[in-house]
Each structure stands twice: as structure tokens, then as C-alpha cells.
């Protein structure tokens, strides 16, 4: 029989010594094994459990519902924001409104990679929007997500180390276990209409697509922020604001045969 994994996470009531001692005796006693632990708030803790009943962890719930030094935060099947929590020691920070937006900051990186490496490694189309100011690491992230992932990273427009835009794939390169990396800027304001067509047919690809500047480019294009699964949002500190008014329309070389391998 396979077993059943739970995240479950507490936030403390009351400090004491020995605490974290009597949780872990409950969790023995009640034969649920404890796969990963680790601090997600100065007074959050969260865990990874294993199991072979649900029955167990409803009997855990019971009793732990009675204990006063700690209140029960969640206790679920993990979700990918539990399992890199747990992994990094620190929550994503999600948009309360849109909740497919999510919110990083520059001393984040690690947590925004490994993230986003976990969605490319999902099958299917997936179109992920990331923003954020000049020189913040969204291009490098999306890169090191890709190796992260074990995908080979394709850039359809860029301004990385050259400004370039593409008209035109080789056969081998609409494969769906690639990841499309895409500037919302470059492709909408200097594409030619080879180019578009090039984007219409990526977008129809099962594979995923981020789009750096997604504001900018459903500005000046038929797709909509309704299109996106994930937005992304990377800045320097927790105040920064996220404009463009640096987005000036750069000099953009055609480069047919470029791709992610060449740098």
C-alpha cells in the first residue's frame, strides 16, 4: 500500500522546552513518520508526514486540537507552496486578491528557482508571466529553473547579452519538454509579422512559455492576463515598485538560429 503524505504545520502558543519532543512522541505513537521539519515563520513551524491511514491523521488532528502551547495552522495533502516551504524555510508570498500571482524578492533566488523549476517540470502548456525591474534576475532565474528542471531553454526574444528576436524554429526545437523564454517589450513592439506567427504557433505548443514584461505584452497583442497560469513578481525589496518607463524600443538584431545553447 502507498503512503499518504500530509503537510501539517503549527504555529506556537506557548514557548516551552521539550515541545517540539512531545509532538514527534504523538506522531510515534500514532506510527506517522516525519519526513521533513522545519521552521516557515519565526513561530511557525511545518512538517512532512507519512502515513498509511487517513484514519491516523485524524486521530493526530484530535488530539493536537486540545494541546494550548500550539494552534493548529494546517493540516492537508502538500501543496508545492508546503513542500518548498518546508525545503527553504519560508512561505512564497502569494497575492491575497490574485492568487496565481506570486511575490519574491532579490534575496530569494534559490526559493524563485527552485519554484519555478518545479512548474517546468510539470507536462502540458503552461504560460508563466514574470515581472520585475532591469537587472533584477529574471532572465538568470528562468535559466537556472530550466537547468534546475532538466529542460533545454530556448530564448524567442531577448535582450540577455544581445538584443534579439527570432522569425523561425528548427525542426527539433518545438519539442514540448523545451521552455520558451519570450520579452513581452522586444516580441510586441519590434516583432515582424513572422515573428508573431512564430509566437502563435509557440503559444499552441504543449510546452511552457514565460514572458518576461507580461503587462507590456498582452498591451500589444490579442493574448489577455487571463492567459497566464502563474505571474511572477521579482524586485529588489519588498517596496519596490514595478514600472516601465524604461521600456524604450530597443535595436533588435534577427538571429534565426539562436538558442539558449549558444551562450
Known amino acids: 500500500m502507498a503512503k499518504l503524505e500530509w503537510y501539517f504545520e503549527y504555529e506556537i502558543q506557548v514557548n516551552r522546552p521539550g515541545l517540539l519532543g512531545d509532538i514527534s512522541s504523538l506522531m510515534g505513537m500514532l506510527s506517522i513518520n516525519i519526513v521533513t521539519i522545519n521552521g516557515v515563520d519565526v513561530s511557525r513551524r511545518g512538517m512532512l508526514l507519512r502515513c498509511d491511514h487517513t484514519e491516523q491523521i485524524k486521530r493526530l488532528e484530535s488530539i493536537l ?15 508545492l507552496r508546503d513542500r518548498l516551504a518546508v525545503r527553504h524555510g519560508r512561505y512564497i508570498q502569494r497575492d491575497a486578491d490574485d492568487k496565481k ?7 530569494e533566488l534559490g526559493l524563485l528557482v527552485d519554484f519555478m523549476a518545479e ?3 510539470k507536462e502540458g502548456h503552461k504560460l508563466i508571466g514574470i515581472r520585475g525591474m ?5 532572465t538568470e532565474s528562468i535559466v537556472a529553473s530550466s537547468v534546475c528542471a532538466s529542460k533545454r531553454w ?4 531577448s535582450t540577455l547579452l544581445k538584443q534579439t528576436i527570432r522569425s523561425q524554429l528548427i525542426a527539433d526545437e518545438y519539442s514540448p519538454d523545451n521552455v520558451f523564454i519570450i520579452d513581452g517589450i522586444v516580441s510586441t513592439r519590434r516583432g515582424s509579422e513572422k515573428h508573431l506567427q512564430l509566437l502563435r504557433e509557440i503559444m499552441r505548443l504543449p510546452a511552457t512559455k514565460v ?3 507580461p503587462d507590456i505584452f498582452i498591451q500589444n497583442s490579442e493574448y ?3 492567459d497566464f497560469d502563474y505571474i511572477i513578481e521579482l524586485r529588489n525589496s519588498a517596496d519596490e515598485e514595478i514600472t516601465y518607463e524604461h521600456a524604450e524600443e530597443p535595436q533588435v538584431f534577427d538571429h534565426s538560429g539562436f538558442s539558449g545553447f549558444d551562450f
Do not use: A, C, W, Y
Not at 101 to 106: I, L, P, V
Open 134 to 138: 532591469p537587472r533584477v534576475g529574471k
Open 211 to 213: 514572458v518576461e514584461h
Open 101 to 107: 500571482t506570486f511575490r519574491f524578492e532579490r534575496d
Open 224 to 226: 489577455t492576463m487571463d
Open 119 to 121: 512548474l517546468f517540470k
Open 154 to 157: 530556448l530564448f524567442v526574444s
Open 65 to 79: 486540537n486540545t494541546m494550548e502551547t500550539i494552534k493548529v495552522t494546517k493540516l492537508r495533502q502538500p501543496k
